[in-house]
């Protein structure tokens, strides 16, 4: 069942071959790990980890403060701020941290979990 505070976290390092790989899909060139790729791993999280499957995001708003550095250690979690059960409703806190705590990326994630089993209590 969710609970207010309830996080999952992942941590994942970029290399140079995941931007080459990235570059060749999108055609954009990056000297840091792309925004979209860091958006990816809360998408992950919320569809694999918390609420988990099932999971319909609904909307994400994401202020990026500083460059991702290849070759580091990233850090993503989302936490559950408010649930909203009459609604199957899940409020999150997403953040990206690099492991000496600087903020790569914080917002909020808003997703519906009407289909995850044992979300909400009967």
């Known amino acids: 069942m969710l609970s207010v505070g309830q996080c999952a976290e992942i941590t994942r390092t970029y290399t140079r071959d995941d931007l080459a790989l990235y570059e060749t899909l999108s055609g954009a060139q990056a000297e840091s790990v792309p925004e979209p790729l860091i958006a990816a791993l809360f998408s992950y999280?919320?569809?694999?980890?918390?609420?988990?499957?099932?999971?319909?995001y609904l909307k994400q708003e994401l202020v990026f403060k500083a460059p991702a550095p290849l070759e580091v250690a990233l850090q993503a979690k989302v936490q559950i701020?408010?649930?909203?059960?009459?609604?199957?409703?899940?409020?999150?806190?997403?953040?990206?941290?690099?492991?000496?705590?600087?903020?790569?990326?914080?917002?909020?994630s808003l997703v519906k979990a009407r289909d995850v089993a044992d979300a909400f209590a009967a």
């Not at 999280?45 to 319909?56: A, F, M, Q, R």
């Open 45 to 56: 999280l919320l569809g694999v980890k918390l609420p988990g499957s099932g999971t319909n």
């Open 81 to 108: 701020t408010r649930l909203r059960p009459e609604k199957h409703l899940v409020d999150l806190w997403a953040s990206c941290l690099t492991p000496d705590g600087m903020v790569i990326c914080e917002g909020r």
